[in-house]
């Protein structure tokens, strides 16, 4: 069975930093790029970052770039986004996600963390 | 980016009866890459349709994706009462992989 397990949410002030972990199972981890995807209290999903199989190819959304920066450690079978310079609208429920085998959809999701900015 | 805008915003309709949801892309994600999932209160999405027309493991086949270039539906045969839930459409044709704004599905 898949589980995708993230951890590292909480309440930090505006301008402050945050690291989000994402421990995966059931599945064959370095075969499959992963991705971090956000969602504001009652709001829609929005896509955030993604990293090959291998790190060798990073991506963002440019509502993060040059703030957040994703990676993974294949042994450890964990996924990571480091958060700088937080903004009040970075407030979400941050979900990991495993790409699909077709394409880059996500056919498994964790459960997420909420990351709450605020003062 | 590619703007997807989902319609309706919320769509009323009672358990026995047929959904049709739709998505519109702003420019062709060609007849592959368009995903759908769904999500209830409290939890993460899940996935439904990829491709655009294949269901994923478990989903039931009351469920089915059809469309291409721009224009996607997602059609829900007979509604049960674990279907209300809220639908996103999603495509993976480039970066950003962006997201529609989501028809929330509602018991009349």
């Known amino acids: 069975e898949v589980q995708l397990v993230e951890s590292g949410g909480g309440l930090v002030q505006p301008g402050r930093s945050l690291r989000l972990s994402c421990v995966a199972s059931?599945?064959?981890?370095?075969?499959?790029?992963m991705h971090w995807v956000r969602q504001a209290p009652g709001k829609g999903l929005e896509w955030v970052s993604a990293?090959?199989?291998?790190?060798?190819?990073?991506d963002y959304a440019g509502s993060v770039k040059g703030r957040f920066t994703i990676s993974r450690d294949n042994a450890k079978n964990s996924l990571y986004l480091q958060m700088n310079s937080l903004r009040p609208d970075d407030t979400a429920f941050y979900y990991c996600?495993?790409?699909?085998?077709?394409?880059?959809?996500?056919?498994?999701w964790g459960q997420g963390t909420l990351v709450t900015v605020s003062s | 980016e590619i703007v997807l805008t989902q319609s309706p915003g919320t769509l009323s309709l009672s358990p026995g009866e047929r959904a049709t949801l739709s998505c519109r892309a702003s420019?062709?994600?060609?007849?592959?890459?368009l995903a759908w999932y769904q999500q209830k209160p409290g939890q993460a999405p899940r996935l439904l349709i990829y491709?655009?027309?294949s269901r994923a493991t478990g989903i039931p086949d009351r469920f089915s994706g059809s469309g291409s270039g721009t224009d996607f539906t997602l059609t829900i045969s007979r509604l049960e009462p674990e279907d209300f839930a809220v639908y996103y459409c999603?495509?993976?044709?480039?970066?950003?992989?962006?997201f529609g704004q989501g028809t929330k599905l509602e018991i009349k």
């Open positions: 996600a495993k790409r699909g085998v077709a394409g880059t959809y996500f056919d498994y």
């Open positions: 059931g599945f064959t981890f370095n075969d499959y790029a």
């Open positions: 990293i090959s199989w291998n790190s060798g190819s990073v």
């Open positions: 420019q062709s994600v060609s007849s592959t890459y």
């Open positions: 491709g655009p027309s």
């Open positions: 999603q495509q993976y044709i480039s970066s950003p992989y962006t």
